[in-house]
């Protein structure tokens, strides 16, 4: 189907650890995007992946777009509390040129 | 300041009763969606425009109308069909790349 899948679904963290989120398609994709969504806020665009094997950084996230094209992740190193969120994974969807969004990976980060 | 708007921020509905949604934008965009997203869980589109005039179904349209007579406008009613409609509700819209979204109505039913 159209469906993007992504694990884990939560995930706790000590402050100061890694996190890594992994988004996977059944098809190939043309891009995906990730989208961060505060608690009680609304989803923020982050970033978009389009070429194979591409790897982008934003501070201390780093994106990675896989060689086939149909997963990616998204790793946040030494996490702070102001990771926490949901992280969602985004596809394009050219019938109707909607967005197919993954079910997100809640991170809690502990202090 | 260009963006997305949305209101109220928060919405008590009675039982039976339908209320509308407001979503604008002034970010030229011909394309708006309108999501619904329940407690931890991810994004379900209910419907979408591409065009003035011109809209869609989603995935969960069942008991939700929509209009576009405006570019800048997309509201969203919740009918009294809407069997469950407590959620948190998303506007967003985009201009071929990535989407950009509005603050959220919460609709609560009493």
């Known amino acids: 189907g159209q469906q993007v899948m992504q694990i884990p679904q939560y995930q706790h963290v000590q402050e100061g650890e890694d996190f890594t989120t992994y988004c996977n398609s059944s098809?190939?994709?043309?891009?995906i995007q990730w989208y961060k969504q505060r608690p009680g806020g609304h989803p923020v665009f982050l970033i978009q992946?389009?070429?194979?094997?591409e790897v982008k950084k934003q501070k201390r996230l780093t994106f990675q777009f896989g060689e086939a094209k149909k997963n990616s992740s998204l790793h946040i190193t030494a996490t702070q509390t102001t990771d926490v969120g949901t992280y969602f994974c985004a596809k394009p969807h050219y019938y109707g040129q909607n967005f197919v969004f993954g079910p997100g990976t809640r991170l809690s980060v502990l202090p | 300041d260009g963006g997305i708007t949305q209101s109220p921020k928060y919405l008590f509905r009675k039982e039976g009763q339908n209320v509308t949604l407001s979503c604008e934008q002034n970010l030229n965009h011909d394309a708006m969606y309108w999501y619904r997203q329940d407690p931890g869980q991810g994004l379900r589109l209910i419907y979408y425009?591409?065009?003035?005039?011109?809209?869609q179904k989603g995935d969960i349209a069942e008991g939700y109308s929509v209009s576009r007579e405006k570019k800048e406008s997309f509201p969203l009613t919740v009918t009294s069909a809407q069997k469950n409609p407590t959620a948190f509700y998303l506007c967003?819209?985009?201009?071929?790349?990535?989407?950009?979204f509005g603050q959220g109505t919460r609709l609560t039913v009493v």
């Open positions: 967003a819209s985009s201009g071929g790349g990535n989407a950009f």
């Open positions: 425009s591409q065009i003035v005039n011109d809209f």
């Open positions: 098809t190939t994709l043309s891009n």
């Open positions: 992946l389009v070429k194979s094997g």
